[in-house]
C-alpha cells in the first residue's frame, strides 16, 4: 500500500521554465491538496480538490495551476517558473478529516 | 480566517518531558491536528483531538485542549532523540482546508 506518492522528488528549474508535478493516492480518497512549505513560514495551501473533476485556489494560488481528472490523481503546474517559487512541495489526500501526506518535491528555480 | 501559532524552537535533555503549545484563532475549529516531520520527510500524523474533547492520550503523547483560550498543547512523556523533530499544529474548520502553524522545531539532548 503506497498511500501518496509524489514524483519528481527533485527538480532544478530555469526561470521561465514550466513543469507539471504529479501525485497519485491509491486510498480512495476523495481529498486532495497541494501545499508548500518554506522555512519558518509553516505550509500554505496552493490549491485543492474535493473530488474528480474540481479544483480550487488556496491561500497561494499564483502562479500555479491544478487537474483532477482523475480521482487518484492530483496534478500541479508551473507554467513560467519563477524564483520565488524555489519550495519544498507537499502534497496530502484526506478521506475528510486527517491528512495522508507524500514525502515532497524539493524545487530549486535558479 | 483560521490563523495557528507556535513557538519556534524547544529543547530539552533525553529523559525529560517536552511540551508543545499552539495557539488558533477560529473558534468553529472542529479538530485540531499534531504532526510530526523528520528531516527530509513528509508530515506524519500523530494524534488529533475533537473540539469537544479536553484532553487525549495516547501512550507517551497527551494532548490538552483549552477551548475557551483556543490553546492546544502536545505533552510527550521520556522524550528521546528519536522525537527530535518539527512538530506542527493544524486546525480544521470544515470549511477548506486544514490550516497549519508554522512547525515547532524540538531538539533532544542526550
Known amino acids: 500500500n503506497a498511500g501518496v506518492t509524489q514524483t519528481p522528488k527533485f527538480r532544478v528549474l530555469k526561470t521561465g521554465q514550466s513543469m507539471t508535478l504529479l501525485c497519485a493516492q491509491d486510498m480512495n480518497h476523495e481529498y486532495m491538496y497541494w501545499y508548500r512549505q518554506d522555512p519558518g513560514m509553516g505550509l500554505r495551501l496552493i490549491h485543492y480538490s474535493v473530488g474528480e473533476g474540481t479544483t480550487a485556489k488556496g491561500e497561494v494560488p499564483d502562479g500555479y495551476n491544478v487537474s483532477r481528472l482523475k480521482k487518484q490523481n492530483f496534478l500541479l503546474g508551473l507554467e513560467s517558473a519563477a524564483p520565488s517559487q524555489t519550495s519544498v512541495y507537499f502534497c496530502?489526500?484526506?478521506?475528510?478529516?486527517?491528512?495522508?501526506f507524500g514525502s515532497g518535491t524539493r524545487l530549486t528555480v535558479v | 480566517g483560521e490563523d495557528v501559532e507556535q513557538s519556534l524552537f524547544l529543547s530539552v535533555r533525553e529523559g525529560d518531558s517536552s511540551v508543545i503549545n499552539c495557539t488558533y484563532t477560529?473558534?468553529?475549529?472542529?479538530?485540531l491536528y499534531w504532526y510530526k516531520q523528520e528531516p527530509g520527510a513528509g508530515l506524519q500524523l500523530l494524534t488529533y483531538?475533537?473540539?469537544?474533547?479536553d484532553m487525549k492520550q495516547d501512550q507517551r503523547l497527551t494532548v490538552l485542549l483549552n477551548k475557551k483560550d483556543k490553546h492546544l498543547s502536545l505533552r510527550i512523556a521520556d522524550t528521546q532523540t528519536g522525537d527530535s523533530a518539527i512538530y506542527f499544529c493544524?486546525?480544521?474548520?470544515?470549511?477548506?482546508?486544514?490550516?497549519f502553524g508554522s512547525g515547532t522545531r524540538l531538539q533532544v539532548q542526550p
Open positions: 493544524a486546525a480544521y474548520t470544515g470549511r477548506r482546508a486544514l490550516t
Open positions: 483531538i475533537f473540539s469537544n474533547m
Open positions: 477560529d473558534s468553529s475549529s472542529t479538530y
Open positions: 496530502a489526500s484526506s478521506p475528510g478529516g486527517g491528512y495522508t
